[in-house]
C-alpha cells in the first residue's frame, strides 16, 4: 500500500490476477490547515494583530503623556503651544527634572535643592507617604492572604458540619456594598479609639488582616483543583493540618496566592476613600493617594500642573515594578482558576 498525495495505491501481488487500483482519500480540514496556510487565517492573523496593536496605543497613550507632562517646564507649558506640551524639544533654562526634584526634596531648581534640602512642603512630604501607605498596606495583604488561604483550604478539602452554610453566608457578605457598612464602622471606632490621632489608622489595616470574601472564593475555587490524593497522601504520612496547608497546598497554588497579593496590594494602595475619612484632619500622616489630591488642589495655578503629573508618575512606579516583576505568576493564576492541576 502506497500513499500518492490524496491516493492511496492499494496492490495486489496475486500473480495470476495482478491488480492495481486507486481509492479517493479525502483530507479532513485539520489535515488541510497542517499541509497549507490558508488566507482566511493570514487575514485572521493581520486582523488580530492591527485590533492588538490599537489597544495598545489607546492603553498606553495617557501614560505617555502623562510621562511627557511630567518633564515639562512652566514656560513650556504656559506657552500654549501643542507642540511645546506634547514635544518639549527646544532648549530652556529648565531642568527637565525639575518637577520631580521639587516632588522629592522640596526644591524646584539646582540653587534650592543645594540650599534648601528637605524642606517641608506638600511636594516634599512624597516619599514618606510612600512608606506610610506600605505600613498600612502590606500587613493587611500578608496577613489577610494567609488567613484568606487557610479558610480556602478547610472549605475545599476538610469535612466538617455546617461547612456549605458557612461558605453561603460568607459568600452573601460579597453582595453587600462597603458603603453600606462604612458609616457604622466609623462610628464604632470614633468611639473606640480617639479621634484626630494616629490611632485612627488602625481601622484602615486591622480588619484587612482577617481576609476577604472575594480571596477566599478565588483560592477555594484553585484548590479544588488540586488532587485530594495529595491531602490523603499527607494523612498516611501523619500529617496534620497545617503541615498539609504549609507542605502540600501552598507550594502547589504559588501562581494563585501572588496573583491575590497583587490584587490585595494594588486595591490598599490605590484606596482613597477609607483614609480620607479616617486620616484627613485627624493626623498629619497622609497616603500616597491623599498627598496626589493635597497637590492637586493646593496648586495656585496651572503652573504647577505639570508637578501634578510627575506626583502621579511616581504614584505608579511601584504598581508597575510590582506588576512587571509577579506579571507571569499573575497571568497564570487567574487562567487556571478552576482547573485541574
Known amino acids: 500500500m502506497e500513499e500518492l498525495n490524496n491516493e492511496t495505491v492499494v496492490s495486489s501481488e496475486n500473480v495470476e490476477n495482478p491488480t492495481v487500483y486507486r481509492k479517493k482519500i479525502e483530507l479532513t480540514d485539520e489535515q488541510k490547515k497542517k499541509e497549507g496556510v490558508s488566507v482566511s487565517s493570514i487575514v485572521g492573523k493581520v486582523l488580530m494583530y492591527v485590533f492588538l496593536f490599537i ?42 527634572i525639575d518637577n520631580y526634584r521639587e516632588i522629592f526634596f522640596g526644591a524646584s531648581s539646582k540653587t534650592a535643592f543645594l ?52 461558605f453561603g453566608l460568607l459568600l452573601s457578605t460579597m453582595m453587600l456594598p462597603g458603603a453600606l457598612s462604612l458609616a457604622p464602622s466609623f462610628s464604632i471606632f470614633r468611639q473606640i479609639l480617639k479621634f484626630g490621632t494616629l490611632w485612627m489608622a488602625f481601622p484602615l489595616f486591622v480588619p484587612g488582616m482577617f481576609g476577604a470574601a472575594t480571596c477566599v472564593f478565588f483560592l477555594r475555587q484553585y484548590f479544588t483543583g488540586i488532587p485530594t490524593d495529595l491531602i490523603e497522601a499527607g494523612k498516611l504520612d501523619g500529617m496534620g493540618y497545617y503541615k498539609m496547608f504549609f507542605k502540600i497546598v501552598v507550594p502547589l497554588s504559588s501562581a494563585a496566592l501572588i496573583a491575590q497579593g497583587i490584587l490585595g496590594f494594588v486595591g490598599g494602595y490605590n484606596d482613597y476613600f477609607g483614609p480620607r475619612l479616617y486620616l484627613e484632619g485627624s493626623c498629619n500622616f497622609k497616603t500616597v493617594q491623599l498627598i496626589l489630591v493635597t497637590i492637586r488642589t493646593k496648586s495656585d495655578s496651572d503652573q504647577n500642573v505639570p508637578k501634578v503629573f510627575a506626583a502621579c508618575m511616581v504614584a505608579l512606579i511601584p504598581t508597575l515594578l510590582l506588576y512587571f516583576y509577579a506579571q507571569r505568576f499573575f497571568v497564570e493564576g487567574i487562567a487556571t482558576s478552576g482547573m485541574k492541576i
Not at 510621562?67 to 518639549?88: N, Q, Y
Not at 472549605?155 to 458557612?166: D, E, T, V, Y
Request: a positive charge; glycine letters at 6%.
Open 55 to 96: 489597544f495598545v496605543v489607546w492603553t498606553l497613550f495617557p501614560l505617555f503623556v502623562g510621562v511627557i507632562a511630567s518633564l515639562i517646564s512652566k514656560r513650556d507649558f504656559l506657552s500654549g503651544e501643542v507642540g511645546a506640551k506634547l514635544f518639549p524639544m527646544r532648549r530652556t533654562k529648565y531642568d527637565l
Open 115 to 166: 540650599t534648601e534640602f528637605g524642606n517641608k512642603t506638600e511636594f516634599s512630604n512624597v516619599p514618606f507617604s510612600f512608606v506610610f501607605t506600605c505600613i498600612l498596606v502590606l500587613p493587611p495583604t500578608l496577613l489577610g492572604l494567609l488567613t484568606s488561604a487557610m479558610s480556602a483550604f478547610a472549605f475545599s478539602k476538610l469535612q466538617f458540619k455546617g461547612k456549605n452554610w458557612m
